[in-house]
């Protein structure tokens, strides 16, 4: 039997604003040179809007839709390098909506997923919000989830991707401000509350960033980044993440036959009727505060 081995690439680049150009260049160069050194290596990702300038008032006018000159560049690439490749997210337009949108190329150079993030950074990313779920497949090793940046808060996303059969989820991030060690632990948490590989990949910014994370199914921290410019290499081990499910975390902690055995059913009542909850009924508008003092309309 063969084994189900993944070989995964994290690249943590540096952005700089305003040079879209020089970021793809940086990123053609960092994939050629990876698969150089690492020619086993399957499917290589990298972070959040790393190749999308965003942040100024007029950001939108950058939106274009999918495809696009750049991703047709980043197809090309792909198949040169016969490699699988997540290049982070970009601010996709459809009609009069725009999305945080990553998109997996396969080494054919062929799109064959696209998510639009599910929970945009609200309210400081004005970006409309996904409604999809998205894993894909790389045909007898895996089934990859597809999340950006602030989805790892919300646990309900990472669950529904493995309930689709996801076993690795990537996590392309862009996260410079003080949460980002709260980051880090809930980065743990999903892959431990899931039984799965969560393997994120940050950008490094003017104001900040890095420390980019690959956590295995236990919760084990597999590679932690610095803050300097670095390429993460996995060899990931797919048939753990199913010995795991069998017979448990730890060997003790079956999480998801617990879960299908259930007599509720997975009929929760937070999400039966989610806006009748408690926690609701003093929360005000979705807004940047104007004091600490205020925190309700």
């Known amino acids: 039997m063969t084994e189900r081995k993944l070989g995964i690439a994290g690249l943590q680049l540096k952005k700089r604003p305003g040079d879209t150009e020089k970021n793809l260049r940086n990123l053609e160069r960092t994939v050629r040179l990876t698969k150089r050194k690492y020619p086993w290596v399957d499917l ?49 337009k459809e009609g009069n909506k725009i999305f945080n949108t990553a998109v ?19 309210p400081h990313e004005d970006t409309d919000y996904g409604t999809d779920f998205v894993v894909f497949d790389i045909p007898d090793v895996a089934r990859i989830g597809l999340t950006i940046c602030y989805d790892v808060w919300f646990p309900e996303i990472f669950r529904t991707l493995v309930w689709m059969g996801a076993e690795v989820v990537l996590q392309p991030s862009a996260t410079y401000t003080p949460d980002r060690r709260a980051e880090l632990i809930l980065t743990r948490a999903q892959a431990i509350m899931n039984q799965c590989y969560v393997l994120n990949s940050n950008v490094i910014q003017a104001q900040g960033g890095g420390l980019s994370l690959f956590v295995g199914p236990e919760g084990r921290v597999l590679q932690e980044a610095g803050t300097n410019e670095e390429v993460m290499i996995e060899a990931v081990d797919i048939d753990r993440v199913h010995w795991l ?27 039966e009727n989610l806006k009748a909850g408690e926690v609701f009924k003093e929360l005000g508008a979705t807004r940047i505060q104007d004091s600490l003092r205020e925190w309700r309309e």
């Open 104 to 122: 997996a190329i396969n080494p054919q150079g062929e799109v064959v997923a696209k998510y639009r993030k599910i929970f945009p950074w609200a």
């Open 245 to 271: 499910r069998q017979h448990g975390s730890f060997a003790i902690d079956p999480v998801w036959k617990c879960l299908r055995d259930s007599p509720l059913e997975g009929k929760f009542p937070v999400y």
């Open 44 to 92: 290589l990702f990298v972070g959040e809007l790393y190749l999308q300038p965003y942040g100024d008032r007029d950001w939108k006018e950058y939106a274009t839709p999918i495809p696009n000159e750049t991703t047709e560049r980043l197809c090309e690439l792909s198949q040169e390098v016969d490699c699988w490749l997540v290049p982070g997210s970009f601010l996709e």
